[in-house]
């Protein structure tokens, strides 16, 4: 059984640039969710996508947008980055939305 | 609102108990986690505890609920370096049907040999 991934590892973008992030989720499961990471602080809620719909949004700007597959892996977008956006965003897949989350290992992107 | 808090640090010896300490706001949390991080790594699942136990004991770690005063611990024994890590502390959104977890700002534990 494979795990959660996330690609690429590590990106470094600059200010005004766009950004796509991907994860793929845990076999069997329909659920992913987006977490950002900044340094020294616990992962912040972005959002969650559900059989291919967002299924809840944390306090996050529209600019963070997403989409799921049907084979429910998932992108995550920014646009206009933020030197503030730079951070380490942790995918979470789960079986069912509400059920335990699996993360992945994350990807660091930093703006300069 | 919704908030998760836990202690920065906590420093201990090869072989001695590490008690990591975490309060939360919502009561109406279903469930309660404790995650384990390493250097430049995703999250790690360590446990977690139903909101309707006072106690769970899984191998060498024992976590402990008081739903009164919201206060949760992760008690790890016989410590080891390799234990050296941050512990995130993280309720489940009863508000919502997503279960957005929400982390306090983690325990950086080091462990000296």
């Known amino acids: 059984e494979t795990g959660v991934t996330q690609s690429p590892t590590h990106l470094i973008k600059t200010r005004g640039q766009q950004v796509t992030l991907r994860c793929s989720s845990q076999?069997?499961?329909?659920?992913v969710s987006w977490y950002q990471q900044a340094l020294g602080q616990g992962p912040q809620f972005i959002f969650q996508?559900?059989?291919?719909?967002?299924?809840g949004r944390g306090n996050f700007p529209p600019r963070f947008s997403g989409l799921q597959f049907p084979n429910y892996s998932s992108e995550l977008n920014v646009n206009a980055l933020e030197l503030d956006d730079s951070a380490l965003y942790l995918c979470?897949?789960?079986?069912?939305?509400?059920?335990?989350?699996?993360f992945g290992p994350g990807t660091r992107l930093t703006v300069l | 609102g919704e908030d998760v808090e836990q202690s920065l640090f906590l420093s201990v010896r090869e072989g001695d108990s590490s008690v990591i300490n975490c309060t939360y706001t919502?009561?109406?949390?279903?469930?309660l986690y404790w995650y384990k991080q390493e250097p430049g790594a995703g999250l790690q699942l360590l446990t977690y505890?139903?909101?309707?136990?006072d106690m769970k004991q899984d191998q060498r770690l024992t976590v402990l609920l008081n739903k009164k005063d919201k206060h949760l611990s992760l008690r790890i024994a016989d410590t080891q370096t390799g234990d050296s890590a941050i512990y995130f502390c993280?309720?489940?959104?009863?508000?919502?049907?997503?279960?957005?977890?929400?982390f306090g700002q983690g325990t950086t534990l080091q462990v000296k040999p």
């Open positions: 979470a897949s789960s079986l069912e939305a509400g059920n335990e989350q699996f």
């Open positions: 076999s069997g499961h329909n659920t």
């Open positions: 993280a309720e489940g959104e009863s508000s919502s049907n997503t279960g957005k977890l929400i």
């Open positions: 505890i139903f909101s309707n136990m």
């Open positions: 996508y559900y059989r291919e719909e967002e299924n």
């Open positions: 919502d009561s109406s949390s279903t469930y």
